[in-house]
């Protein structure tokens, strides 16, 4: 059976989408058949994958609100082993669009209930809002993988998040689970990342990545190019981690 991530964390700019393309791509690469699903109107995630999102027919958005299948959204092996479904600005207004709709909470799971047989894994990035399209990524997910990147303000909305994933345990999806966090753009010539890593270990009671994401500038570039970072630079630091978080994250789903 596989398994189905979402990436979430109502902070902007933390390192989720770039945790979503590559964590993705690494599992992928390992050999597990993935589909990356773009639920961020920002379509990022999409672009970074090689996904034109202003040429995409088919999105997040036809899924939610046409009743069209989910097959037909699917670009399919954009990677040897990788599948997208991907999104764009049209997202934007499924929000306003869903008001009124009969379990808005459950369309991405009853439409992901078709494919979800089909993969290993299913990774979902999500908005920087405890959205209702957040919601419906985490009623789809088995688990929530929060990155938190190495700065001051980093436990900051952690509490509101943890408090959104215990409502949707209780009454939308009791199976979900919080995966862990993964710390990003780690850097290690400053004390304020190690203190933030330090500080975050002290005062949370989760399950904690042992992979660190440190700040390398091959990740931030690798997007304009429409490359996940094991083909835009396979060397490179940001390489080598995503790969041993994707094998961290395999590991515990066989615990
Ligand atoms: P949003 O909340 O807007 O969706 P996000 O949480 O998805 O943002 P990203 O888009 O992944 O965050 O990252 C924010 C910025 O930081 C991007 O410009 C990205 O390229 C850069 N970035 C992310 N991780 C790293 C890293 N490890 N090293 C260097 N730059 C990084
Ligand atoms: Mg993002």
């Known amino acids: 059976m596989g398994r189905i991530i979402a990436i979430a964390n109502q902070k902007g700019g933390v390192g989720k989408t770039t945790t979503a393309i590559n964590l993705s791509a690494s599992l992928a690469s390992l050999g597990k058949k993935v589909l990356a699903i773009d639920m961020d109107p920002q379509g990022n995630m999409s672009s970074g994958l090689g996904v034109d999102k202003n040429e995409v027919e088919k999105t997040v958005y036809d899924l939610i609100i046409g009743n069209i299948g989910i097959e037909e959204c699917i670009y399919e092996e954009v990677i040897e082993n990788l599948d997208v479904l991907p999104s764009n600005i049209d997202l934007s207004a499924a929000e306003i669009e869903l008001i009124g709709v009969d379990n808005k909470e459950y369309i ?76 990003t753009m780690y850097d290690a010539r400053t004390n304020l990342s190690l203190q933030v890593v330090e500080n975050v270990k002290d005062n949370l009671n989760q399950n904690i990545y042992k992979t660190i994401i440190p700040r390398n500038v091959r990740l931030a570039e690798a997007p304009s190019y429409g490359m996940p970072i094991n083909l835009y630079d396979p060397k490179s630091k940001g390489t080598e981690s995503y790969l041993l978080l994707a094998e961290e994250v395999i590991n515990k789903g066989e615990e």
């Open 108 to 183: 991405l799971r009853d439409k992901v209930n078709k494919v979800k047989e089909k993969y290993d894994f299913i990774i979902i990035d999500c908005p920087p809002a405890l959205s209702m399209l957040t919601i419906n990524a985490m009623t789809t997910s088995d688990s929530v993988l929060v990155p938190i990147q190495c700065e001051y303000y980093a436990l900051e909305g952690l509490s509101q998040l943890i408090h959104t994933i215990e409502l949707v345990q209780e009454r939308l999806n009791p199976e979900l689970e919080i995966e862990g966090v993964v710390f």
